[in-house]
């Protein structure tokens, strides 16, 4: 069964289907067999390119919309207040969709004021384009200036998160302030796969590498949305709520942050807390 995270009125499924780089018809094959599999939550962006192909898997699952939590995300290109309004009609339309559960700021662009994309991302959620809104990369100081310009909760953080990352301090911040968390990149790209600590926990649990790293994220409360083109990834992923690590594992997969852990970078990049 599928856990919750509950922040600022909203209820997001702790396991989702990220897609980045996935498009067409692979794209909208893995958004249907994963909610067919029981996924209920699908990450998706503007700058993606696969809005169309999300929202075909949507319908081709026969899954009631109205059980599925949909994000989808602004790109910093287009953070001034017209252009994010069009941007996100634009994702709804491409989604043949009323609403987005979730929409959020992409990625924080400091050519524009934060005050002004924060007046059209909260419009948004007032005009019934999204139900919830948030932000993604935003560091310890954007998220404290995001919410002091904030007319409508936000209510999730987007960060880079996996065992090779410490973003405790992020974390903490973006709780304190009354946002969840989501990690992008949950098994770092795919570099767990290997890993002697994971794979080691994994082999006590019957578990991957792969898994035991979701595992002790979600353990952490933290939502995680790991992209794959593959079914038996898709399977593989979503089977971490049959075990528990130990307190014991859990501080030894926290001892794998290392401070060359990053792995995302953009142009406009804000000083990260790590």
Same mark, same amino acid.
């Given at each position: 069964?599928?856990?919750? #995270? ?6 997001? &499924?702790?396991? %989702?289907?990220?897609?980045?780089? *996935? +498009? %067409? =018809? ?13 996924? =209920?939550? #699908? ?36 953070? =001034? ?13 491409? *989604?043949?969709?009323?609403? !987005? ?17 924060? %007046? ?14 948030? @932000?993604?990369?935003?560091? !310890? ?5 995001? @919410?002091?310009?904030?007319?409508? &909760? *936000? ?7 996996? &065992? ?16 969840? @968390? ?6 770092? +790209?795919?570099? @767990? ?26 353990? $952490? ?12 990834? *898709? ?13 014991? /594992?859990?501080?030894? #997969?926290?001892?794998?942050? $290392? ?5 995302? /970078?953009?142009?406009?990049? &804000?000083?990260?807390?790590?």
């Amino acid at each position: 069964m599928v856990q919750f #995270i509950e922040a600022g009125g909203t209820r997001i &499924p702790l396991i %989702g289907l990220g897609t980045w780089d *996935l +498009r %067409g =018809r692979t794209c909208a094959k893995m958004v249907d067999e994963a909610l067919r599999l029981g996924y =209920r939550h #699908i990450d998706t962006a503007a700058m993606y390119g696969n809005e169309e192909a999300v929202g075909e898997g949507l319908r081709a699952s026969e899954v009631p919309r109205d059980e599925v939590f949909i994000t989808t995300k602004v790109w910093s290109s287009d953070l =001034r207040a017209r252009d994010f309004e069009r941007s996100a009609r634009e994702s709804i339309r491409k *989604l043949k969709m009323p609403s !987005v559960d979730l929409l959020l700021i992409h990625w924080p662009n400091p050519s524009i004021p934060l005050k002004e994309t924060i %007046g059209a991302l909260c419009k948004m959620k007032r005009e019934g384009v999204a139900r919830h809104v948030g @932000v993604s990369n935003f560091t !310890v100081a954007l998220i404290e200036e995001a @919410v002091g310009y904030a007319t409508e &909760p *936000l209510v999730n953080n987007q960060i880079e998160c996996h &065992p090779y990352l410490d973003q405790a301090k992020v974390i903490a911040a973006s709780r304190k302030r009354g946002l969840s @968390v989501t990690a992008y990149s949950p098994i770092a +790209r795919g570099r @767990v796969k290997g890993d002697a600590v994971l794979s080691k926990i994994g082999k006590a649990h019957g578990k991957t590498a792969a898994q035991v790293c979701l595992r002790y994220l979600v353990q $952490h409360g933290v939502i995680v949305i790991p992209r794959t083109s593959r079914s038996d990834r *898709l399977k593989e992923n979503f089977a971490i709520f049959d075990f528990k690590l130990t307190a014991a /594992e859990m501080k030894e #997969i926290a001892g794998l942050a $290392h401070p060359g852990g990053r792995i995302v /970078e953009w142009g406009g990049t &804000p000083d990260w807390d790590d």
